[in-house]
C-alpha cells in the first residue's frame, strides 16, 4: 500500500490535501491523471447507467438541504458511528475498526457500543498509536457534519452538509413525476460530493471525510423488490468487472440485520481486497418506502405515485446501488499496481483498462534533431483531438516509457530516423512492451480499435 500512495503522488494522481500545512487527517486532492482518471470512469458510468437507458433520468441536487430531510430521513437520530479514545495518548478512532484490525475473522460494525466495550475489554486491545489498553468507553456520535447559513451571528440557523446524495433525489420525486414521461419502474440517477465526519484508521482515500458518490434511486412496486434487486445486482457486478478489477479481489458480502441502515430491509456490498482486507467498495439497499413515506408525512405533500394505466395510487419502494467514484480511483490503482523484473530492472506499470487510463497515448522524439522533433509534434497534435495525449522529449527513451508505464497509459510513440525516410513511427504496447511499426497515416485507426 505504501508504494502504490507512494506511486499516486510521484505520478500526480492523488496527493495529501493541505500538505504544506502539514495536512488534515482523511482528506485528499486528486491530481491531474487522479482527475483524469475518475473522470472517465464517472462518465463511463453515466453513459452506461442513464444515458444508454431509457429507464432512467439524471438530476444535479444542492449539497445543502432543508435540515427537516435529515430528520425526516431519520439522519441525525441514527446516522451515527461508535467512536472510543486513548486516555493515555488521547487517540481517537472508531470501535468497530479497532476490532476488526486488531482480532481476525470478525464483523462487528453495527453492534451495541455495550457489545463493543465488553469485546475490546475482554480482548485487552492496544491503542494503536500508544500501545496502552487504557480506553474510554464505547459512545455514539453522529456522522453529519454541522453547518450554519446566515450571515449575522443572532440569525443563524444550523444546517448540514448532506451525509448521502439519495434524499436530493427522494425531494425532486414529485418534480420528475411532474416534468418527465417517466413510468414506474424507473430510476432517477445523480453523482457529487457527500460529507461524513469519520475516524479512520489511514486507508488512503478508502474513507474520507468528503467524497464523491454515483447512485440512483430505481422506483418499483413492492412486489418486484426481489427481481429487481437481483438485476441490479447482476449489473453491478458485470459492470465492475468491465472496468478491470480482478475477480478474485471481489466478492458479495449481505449486511447482518444488526448493521443494515435504519433504512434498509436488505443490504448487499461488494467488498474489494485490500493490502489491509476485504473492505465495501460498492452497495446496493432495499430501501423500502422509507424515504418517500417520512418525506410525505413530515411535508405533507403527497408523494404517491398514480398509474396512468389503472389508476393505482401507491407509494414506490425502492432499490438503491451506490458506488462510491473516489474510493473506486484508489481501488482501481491498487488493483492495476504492477512490479516485473525486465532485464535485471524493476519494472513498475499500471494495468488499466484502456478505457479508463489518463492519458492513452504518448509520442517522443527519439533523438534531438529539429525534424524528427518537429514530426513527432504534429503526430501529437493530430492524435490530441481524439484521444487524450502527451508529448515527452525530456530524458532517454527507457526514462520517457517508465514515466508513461507508472501512469497507465496504453500506447507510445516513438519518432527517429527511419521516420524521415518511410514515414513509419514505432509503437509500444504497455502490457506486452511489443513494439511494431506503422506508417503515420494509419495511427488514428490503430489506436481507435485498440481502444475500445
Known sequence: MDKIVALAKRRGFVYPSSEIYGGLANTWDFGHYGTLLKNNLRDWWWKLFVLDRSDMVGIDASIFLNPKVWEASGHVKNFTDALIDCRNCHYRTRADHLIEDSVKNIKVEGLPVEELTKI????????????????????????????????????????????????????????????????????????????????????????????DLMEFEYFIEEESWRETFAYWRKTMWEWIRDVGIAEKNLRWREHEEFERSHYSKKTMDIEYKYPFGWKEMFGIAYRTDFDLKNHMAQSKVDLNYTDPKTGKKFIPHVIEPTFGLSRLVGITLVDAYREEEVKGKLRVFLKLNRKIAPI???????????????????????????????????????????????????????????????????????DTMKQERLTINNLKSYLSQKLV
Request: charged share 30%.
Open 120 to 211: 475490546i475489554k475482554e480482548k485487552k486491545l492496544k491503542c494503536p498509536r500508544c500501545g496502552e489498553s487504557n480506553f474510554t468507553e464505547v459512545r455514539r456520535f453522529n456522522l453529519l457534519f454541522e453547518t450554519h447559513i446566515g450571515i449575522v451571528e443572532e440569525t443563524k440557523s444550523k444546517a448540514y452538509l448532506r451525509g448521502e446524495i439519495a434524499q436530493g433525489i427522494f425531494l425532486n420525486f414529485k418534480n420528475v413525476i411532474d416534468t418527465m414521461r417517466v413510468r414506474i419502474p424507473f430510476g432517477i440517477a445523480q453523482q457529487g460530493k457527500a460529507f461524513r465526519n469519520e475516524i479512520t484508521m489511514g486507508q488512503f482515500v478508502h474513507r474520507t471525510l468528503e467524497f
Open 360 to 430: 492513452k497515448v504518448a509520442v517522443f522524439p527519439l533523438q534531438k534533431d529539429e525534424n524528427i522533433r518537429k514530426i513527432a509534434k504534429s503526430i501529437y497534435m493530430d492524435l490530441k483531438k481524439e484521444f487524450t495525449a502527451e508529448f515527452d522529449d525530456a530524458g532517454n527513451i527507457g526514462k520517457m516509457y517508465r514515466r508513461q508505464d507508472e501512469i497507465g497509459t496504453p500506447f507510445c510513440i516513438t519518432v527517429d530516423y527511419d521516420t524521415l525516410k518511410d514515414n513509419t513511427v514505432t509503437v509500444r504496447d504497455r
